[in-house]
């Protein structure tokens, strides 16, 4: 008799456990996700209910009932549900393969949840947790472009920066539509000193948006960096056939000219570039840079010299001197009519006119230094 009582008492526990599953999804169903959970949860503690597929399908509908949930005593059940979801539909999949297809649909029905709650956090400027949801919303949908970008940009937000620059280079390589995704990663890039990448990103980006003035000017800057000055100038050059008045590529390649030492040609540039545009501030600061450093090393020259040769040279040196600051200070006075308070003007220009004896311009100039000073 004694025995006959253990069986039955062993078959009602089995039963009331493998009831348990089927309990939690009519909490869920009468909405009473919080029961619903207790019950699921201790349900995946039995071996018998943890092997069939609809205990983890329940589980991921009760676990994504309360990740969507509007009440926050029931959100605020698990702030890893929808994580938890996911794993269970996975794992439904897995236990059954006749139940993978609807254990598919499940997850996918998942990304919008995903999306609606980190654009909840977002708005919250909770950004690191923004980020994790719409990284899941891109996991759960690899094609969702929208999911990419809010995943970097939440990402950038939460200073996560590697983390943002690979959902960026996602949506680069989902066809984004948008140079300055391009951009962005390269300066991540630039960041962390991985100048290589950063080019290879520009390149990318220039092969799909040839005249975009930002890549082309990062392409630029990437060259000068990493000492590339010859690649810089022939990419340049090879650009100028296509589009010959192009402010940048005139000024930059003035700039690599003068940065390699051929003042010849660098003169070239900047010329060409301000008969473009005659009041680009810095075609006209680098072009009267390059005729006052010839003056200010002929001015050197002058008062290196002993009176012998003073005697014999020093008149010819003062003229030849005088005549390129006289050709700097057009464009130091270009300059100084378009910003009044930039001393890298004022005081060259300053100089050259007590030079050029030009007394009451030289002190109208010192008083405009007295009164930035």
Same mark, same amino acid.
């Given at each position: 008799?004694?025995?006959?009582?253990?069986?039955?008492?062993?078959? &009602?526990?089995?039963?009331?456990?493998?009831?348990?599953?089927?309990?939690?999804?009519?909490?869920?169903?009468?909405?009473?996700?919080?029961?619903?959970?207790?019950?699921?949860?201790?349900?995946?503690? !039995?071996?018998?209910? %943890?092997?069939?597929? !609809?205990?983890?399908?329940?589980?991921?509908?009760?676990?994504?009932?309360?990740? $969507?949930?509007?009440?926050?005593? *029931?959100?605020?059940?698990?702030?890893?549900?929808? +994580?938890?979801?996911?794993?269970?539909?996975?794992?439904?999949?897995?236990?059954?393969?006749?139940?993978?297809?609807?254990?598919?649909?499940?997850?996918?029905?998942?990304?919008?949840?995903?999306?609606?709650?980190?654009?909840?956090?977002? +708005?919250?400027?909770?950004?690191?947790?923004?980020?994790?949801?719409?990284?899941?919303?891109?996991?759960?949908?690899?094609?969702?472009?929208?999911? %990419?970008?809010?995943?970097?940009? %939440?990402?950038?937000?939460?200073?996560?920066?590697?983390?943002?620059?690979?959902?960026?280079?996602?949506?680069? !390589?989902?066809?984004?539509?948008?140079?300055?995704? *391009?951009?962005?990663? #390269?300066?991540?890039?630039?960041?962390?000193?991985?100048?290589?990448?950063?080019?290879?990103?520009?390149?990318?980006?220039? %092969?799909?948006?040839?005249?975009?003035?930002?890549?082309?000017?990062?392409?630029?800057?990437? /060259?000068?960096?990493?000492?590339?000055?010859?690649?810089?100038?022939?990419?340049?050059?090879?650009?100028?056939?296509?589009?010959?008045?192009?402010?940048?590529?005139?000024? $930059?390649?003035?700039?690599? /000219?003068?940065?390699?030492?051929?003042?010849?040609?660098?003169?070239?540039?900047?010329?060409?570039?301000?008969?473009?545009?005659?009041? =680009?501030?810095?075609? !006209?600061? =680098?072009?009267?840079? &390059? #005729? *006052? $450093?010839?003056?200010?090393?002929?001015?050197?020259?002058?008062?290196?010299?002993?009176?012998?040769?003073? +005697?014999?040279?020093?008149?010819?040196?003062?003229?030849?001197?005088?005549? #390129?600051? +006289?050709?700097?200070?057009? *464009?130091?006075?270009? $300059?100084?009519?378009?910003?009044?308070?930039?001393?890298?003007?004022?005081?060259?220009?300053?100089?050259?006119?007590?030079?050029?004896?030009?007394?009451?311009?030289?002190?109208?100039?010192?008083?405009?230094?007295?009164?930035?000073?």
């Amino acid at each position: 008799m004694k025995k006959v009582f253990l069986a039955c008492l062993f078959q &009602l526990t089995a039963v009331g456990v493998f009831a348990q599953a089927g309990a939690a999804y009519a909490s869920l169903q009468s909405g009473k996700l919080d029961d619903a959970k207790t019950q699921i949860d201790k349900a995946i503690t !039995n071996e018998k209910q %943890a092997a069939k597929a !609809n205990t983890w399908l329940y589980r991921g509908d009760i676990y994504a009932g309360i990740a $969507n949930s509007p009440l926050p005593n *029931y959100a605020g059940l698990d702030t890893n549900a929808l +994580q938890i979801a996911y794993d269970s539909y996975k794992k439904a999949g897995e236990l059954d393969a006749k139940k993978a297809e609807e254990a598919n649909k499940k997850i996918a029905d998942l990304q919008p949840i995903a999306m609606n709650m980190g654009s909840k956090k977002y +708005q919250e400027d909770k950004f690191a947790a923004a980020a994790k949801y719409f990284d899941m919303a891109r996991t759960l949908n690899a094609k969702d472009t929208v999911a %990419a970008l809010y995943a970097g940009v %939440a990402y950038q937000r939460a200073e996560d920066y590697a983390k943002a620059r690979d959902a960026f280079e996602a949506l680069i !390589n989902l066809g984004s539509n948008d140079p300055s995704i *391009y951009n962005v990663v #390269h300066s991540i890039y630039r960041t962390e000193k991985n100048n290589e990448k950063a080019l290879e990103i520009v390149k990318k980006g220039l %092969a799909k948006f040839p005249t975009n003035k930002e890549l082309k000017q990062n392409e630029f800057n990437l /060259y000068i960096e990493m000492g590339k000055s010859e690649e810089a100038k022939a990419n340049l050059e090879q650009s100028l056939k296509s589009d010959p008045n192009n402010l940048e590529y005139l000024k $930059n390649l003035g700039i690599l /000219y003068d940065q390699t030492g051929d003042k010849v040609k660098a003169q070239e540039y900047y010329e060409k570039a301000l008969a473009v545009d005659p009041n =680009n501030y810095d075609a !006209n600061f =680098n072009l009267a840079v &390059l #005729h *006052y $450093n010839k003056g200010a090393d002929l001015n050197k020259k002058v008062r290196d010299m002993d009176l012998k040769t003073y +005697q014999k040279e020093g008149k010819k040196v003062e003229t030849e001197m005088k005549g #390129h600051f +006289q050709k700097a200070l057009p *464009y130091f006075e270009k $300059n100084f009519s378009l910003r009044k308070d930039d001393m890298q003007v004022l005081e060259p220009l300053k100089s050259i006119y007590t030079i050029l004896e030009r007394k009451a311009d030289a002190d109208k100039i010192d008083k405009v230094i007295q009164t930035i000073k």
